[in-house]
């Protein structure tokens, strides 16, 4: 009975895997299903823009941020740009310094500092739109360079006075420095290219990302403003919005470049506060999603949007019953049963590879080019599973929690084998249980190796180097790239 029940369970755990693979598929369906709409011209009268950059010590990219904000290309009496600035170190001195050199230039620039921190970023944001003079509000984070066409390119797509929000694409400053920023890239790349695009054109929710996107005032207000009871305050923001009845538009074709964590560590913290928020993100707003005079078809994708953190949980569990599971068939009773999990593996691995084949080929990278990445973007998927649980267990939790930002290397880390010293984020007690993990998964190997359950090999690799890319990653820095390229050679 025990052997049924774990064999039950991982099956089950399998299946559900296999439908968020179903949904991959969907997206892609629906990517090609629906086309875009070009925006109108721009306004002979152009509205007045506030820029809101809200830092806190960022002190390796702030310059960067101001000098590429000022040099936007705007009628200079219609641009106000905001420093939210809640710094406290030198962040602060170079951003002073930057603004008033630009004031000089004729810039209407100023930093806006808070006697707190009350809110984090929601609410230096509120604080800022305050004081803000736009009826437009673009936000950068701190890592973002925005292009000098930035607003000429988006502003059109406020045409109808219906839309509230216009998302930009990420694109990348570092992607090729290590096997991490490839994978993440590319995980990046999916969820704008063909999620953010397939949501918006076919009139499903999506949400503004926290940066490189463009608010009218009057739907921030509308939908009761910057709230900090949720560590997505974009997020919880953009599905308060659309339930107001607020448009929004994806622009897939303004790329505003960005940096992407440097180390493993950084990349787990910022994964993390998303995956807590989204889940927040849940709870607070669920009720009102089910309640609302919307299409179930809406409805349905905005609980796949919301839950998609979900996946790692199933992942999680299903590496806990892996090793079990190779131990029951090992003994010969269940090999028949491997007819019906092999096809799930299949379609949820084929699905993901299907996924990304769109988004390369839509980005216009060479013809299977990403599979070279592919390998990493399975082991890291893995690999941090243990990290998503974590934040889902924190999401289901009536605390919100502390705004933890990732920390940022600027120029440095554009280069292979950055070094974040002080900056980077704490070490903390899941890398510990990630290495603990691939040890098992070790064993497992040999195990099925001794006992000829060749099947079984393939599966028990992957997760054992997805846990210990992730897991070497967080501890061993300088480990990483190497790790990495072992996997990329399985």
Same mark, same amino acid.
């Given at each position: ?33 629906? !086309? ?6 721009? $306004? &002979? &009268? ?17 310059? =960067? ?27 602060t001195l170079i951003a002073e310094a930057r603004a008033e050199a630009? =004031? =000089? ?31 437009? +509000? ?13 607003? =000429?390119?988006? +502003? ?18 570092? &992607? ?87 180390? @493993? ?25 089910? !309640? ?5 078809? +809406? ?17 999680? @569990? ?77 999401? @289901?939790? $009536? ?92």
């Amino acid at each position: 009975m025990l052997e049924l029940a774990v064999l039950a369970l991982y099956l089950t755990v399998l299946s559900l895997l296999g439908l968020y693979g179903v949904h991959r598929l969907f997206v892609v369906w629906l990517y090609y299903r629906t !086309r875009a709409q070009p925006p109108g011209p721009l $306004p &002979d &009268d152009l509205p007045v823009v506030t820029v809101q950059l809200p830092v806190f010590d960022e002190r390796h990219v702030i310059g =960067r941020l101001i000098d590429a904000v000022c040099q936007l290309d705007w009628p200079p009496d219609r641009l106000e740009v905001q420093i939210l600035d809640d710094s406290t170190d030198a962040t602060t001195l170079i951003a002073e310094a930057r603004a008033e050199a630009w =004031r =000089r230039a004729g810039v209407d620039v100023h930093v806006i500092r808070r006697g707190n921190r009350v809110g984090y970023k929601a609410g230096a944001l509120q604080h800022g739109l305050g004081e803000a003079r736009g009826a437009l +509000v673009a936000i950068f984070d701190a890592d973002f360079v925005p292009p000098r066409d930035f607003l =000429r390119r988006m +502003v059109p797509s406020f045409d109808d006075p219906n839309v509230g929000m216009v998302q930009a694409r990420w694109g990348h400053l570092n &992607d090729e420095a290590s096997a991490l920023t490839r994978a993440a890239a590319l995980l990046l790349d999916g969820h704008f290219v063909l999620e953010h695009t397939a949501r918006h054109r076919s009139g499903r929710f999506f949400n503004f990302n926290g940066t490189a996107g463009i608010w009218r005032r009057a739907c921030i207000e509308d939908a009761g403003g910057w709230q900090h009871d949720t560590l997505t305050e974009d997020l919880d923001l953009s599905y308060r919005a659309q339930l107001r009845g607020w448009r929004f538009v994806f622009r897939p074709d303004v790329v505003v470049p960005a940096e992407l964590p440097a180390d @493993m560590r950084s990349y787990k913290t910022q994964q993390l506060r998303w995956a807590t928020g989204s889940i927040q993100t849940a709870r607070k707003l669920g009720p009102s999603i089910l !309640r609302a005079p919307l299409p179930w078809w +809406v409805k349905l994708e905005s609980f796949f949007h919301l839950g998609a953190n979900g996946a790692y949980a199933l992942v999680l @569990m299903l590496a806990i019953l892996l090793p079990f599971n190779v131990a029951l068939r090992g003994r010969g009773t269940f090999h028949e049963w491997l007819v019906l999990d092999l096809p799930i593996f299949a379609l949820a691995m084929g699905s993901v590879t299907i996924f990304y084949a769109v988004v390369a080929r839509e980005i216009g990278e060479r013809p299977f080019a990403f599979l070279t990445r592919l390998p990493i973007v399975f082991a890291l998927g893995i690999g941090i599973a243990l990290n998503q649980t974590h934040a889902i267990v924190d999401g @289901m939790r $009536p605390r919100v929690g502390a705004f933890v930002r990732t920390p940022k290397s600027g120029s440095r880390g554009l280069e292979r084998g950055v070094r974040l010293g002080a900056d980077r984020a704490p070490l903390g007690w899941l890398p510990w249980i990630e290495l603990a993990m691939a040890v098992v998964y070790g064993f497992a190997i040999a195990i099925a190796v001794a006992i000829g359950y060749w099947a079984s090999v393939p599966f028990l690799a992957l997760f054992g180097a997805g846990f210990a890319f992730v897991a070497l990653g967080s501890i061993l820095p300088e480990a990483e790239p190497v790790v990495a390229e072992t996997i990329a050679a399985k």
